[in-house]
């Protein structure tokens, strides 16, 4: 079995050495920066990882882990204009290094080449393998969706949330983990609780990342804390702060997300106080611990030696210790 670092290597070798032959350039130079940018390529590295705990030729299925990831940065490209964002991974956006319109192409054009690599698998297997992406394409718009009518919302509620979370972050976790067990040949039974592995495991990454926006090291983070207060981003953190204040918390919450204008460290402190005086950390760090112990609960039941899920294990155990 390859380790992980050694799964990592294989993969951004045949990234990196994608032939772009179709033109115009100008279409597929955004695509190829995109995919050049870099990032933890946790979707491939679990598809690679899953297969490779039913069959020793992970090679094989370098297509599918390279339409899985470019489907992901799709969505990362797409993200980024309508959030205008300005940066990513420490390099300008698509729409900022072109403009808005390349970005809507190359993103579109990033799509249909997901899921022309993704038929790139074996005939018998090529049916379940669609079905479950585009599923899952179609979920993920659904969580976006949710996640943009949340922000004009100030009655979501905890199961809306992690509904939403699961939708937009989980499901293509699961999706990848299920994909490399179905080219692998698995069990449907192993493949579906790898496919549930991904999908609790999945919210547990999603809450903790909202939890490091408020409790993270701005150092080790890598970017400053704060961000989800200051644009009312309806987390985990902040619904159920609304849930757990008292009357004058809940005016003061309520002020901070309602005020036009303010100073941003200044609100990013007072809301991190109502959030203290609530036990809304210890709430987030048990429900983190929750899907994560739920997680494997599902890796357990995979019905293979426990050697040949150490590096999956290991690779999510760290996943769930990081800081960034």
Same mark, same amino acid.
Request: a negative charge.
């Given at each position: 079995m390859?380790?992980?670092?050694?799964?990592?290597?294989?993969?951004?070798? @045949?990234?990196?050495?994608?032939?772009y032959?179709?033109e115009?350039?100008?279409? @597929?130079?955004?695509?190829?920066?995109?995919?050049?940018?870099?990032?933890?390529?946790?979707?491939?590295?679990?598809?690679? /990882?899953a297969?490779n705990?039913f069959?020793?030729?992970p090679?094989?299925i370098m297509?599918?882990?390279c339409?899985?990831?470019t489907?992901?940065? @799709?969505?990362l490209?797409?993200?980024?204009?309508m959030?205008?964002?300005? /940066?990513?991974?420490?390099?300008q956006t698509?729409?900022?290094?072109?403009?808005?319109?390349?970005a809507?192409?190359?993103?579109?054009?990033?799509?249909?080449?997901?899921?022309?690599?993704m038929?790139q698998?074996?005939?018998?297997k090529?049916k379940?393998?669609?079905?479950?992406f585009?599923?899952?394409?179609l979920?993920i718009?659904e969580?976006?969706?949710y996640?943009?009518?949340?922000?004009?919302?100030?009655d979501? #509620?905890e199961e809306?949330?992690?509904?939403?979370?699961?939708?937009k972050?989980?499901?293509l976790?699961?999706?990848?983990?299920?994909?490399?067990?179905i080219l692998?040949?698995?069990?449907?039974?192993?493949?579906?609780n790898?496919?549930?592995?991904?999908?609790?495991?999945?919210?547990?990454?999603?809450?903790?990342?909202?939890?490091?926006?408020?409790?993270?090291d701005?150092?080790?983070?890598? #970017?400053?804390?704060?961000?989800?207060?200051?644009c009312?981003?309806?987390?985990?953190?902040?619904?159920?702060?609304f849930?757990?204040?008292?009357?004058?918390?809940?005016?003061e919450l309520?002020?901070?997300?309602?005020a #036009?204008?303010?100073?941003?460290?200044e609100?990013?402190?007072?809301?991190?106080?109502?959030y203290?005086?609530?036990?809304?950390k210890?709430?987030a760090?048990?429900?983190?611990e @929750?899907y994560?112990?739920?997680?494997r609960?599902?890796l357990?039941?995979?019905?293979?030696?426990?050697?040949?899920?150490?590096?999956?294990?290991a690779?999510?155990? #760290?996943?769930?210790?990081?800081e960034?």
């Open positions: 390859l380790t992980a670092k050694e799964i990592l290597g294989k993969f951004n070798s @045949y990234l990196d050495n994608l032939p032959t179709r115009p350039q100008s279409l @597929y130079e955004p695509v190829k920066y995109v995919l050049s940018m870099g990032g933890k390529r946790i979707r491939p590295s679990l598809m690679l /990882m297969y705990m069959k020793d030729d090679e094989s297509p599918q882990a339409a899985i990831e489907y992901h940065n @799709y969505t490209l797409h993200d980024d204009l959030d205008n964002a300005d /940066m990513r991974r420490g390099m698509v729409h900022v290094k072109w403009d808005a319109n390349t809507i192409l190359s993103g579109d054009s990033m799509l249909v080449l997901a899921f022309q690599r038929m698998c074996p005939g018998d090529l379940p393998v669609l079905d479950l585009t599923e899952t394409s979920e718009g969580g976006q969706q996640d943009m009518d949340f922000e004009t919302r100030t979501v #509620k809306e949330y992690i509904e939403m979370i699961r939708l972050t989980s499901v976790l699961a999706c990848s983990l299920k994909i490399g067990a692998a040949d698995a069990p449907a039974a192993d493949a579906d790898l496919y549930k592995f991904g999908e609790q495991m999945g919210l547990a990454f999603q809450l903790q990342d909202d939890y490091l926006d408020v409790y993270g701005p150092a080790v983070f890598g #970017k400053a804390i704060g961000g989800d207060i200051l009312n981003k309806k987390t985990y953190m902040l619904i159920n702060a849930n757990r204040a008292d009357g004058v918390q809940r005016g309520l002020k901070w997300v309602t #036009k204008q303010f100073d941003p460290k609100k990013i402190a007072a809301v991190t106080d109502i203290n005086q609530v036990g809304i210890r709430l760090e048990e429900k983190i @929750y994560f112990a739920q997680s609960k599902y357990a039941d995979v019905n293979v030696a426990d050697e040949r899920k150490a590096v999956l294990a690779y999510t155990d #760290k996943m769930m210790k990081r960034k």
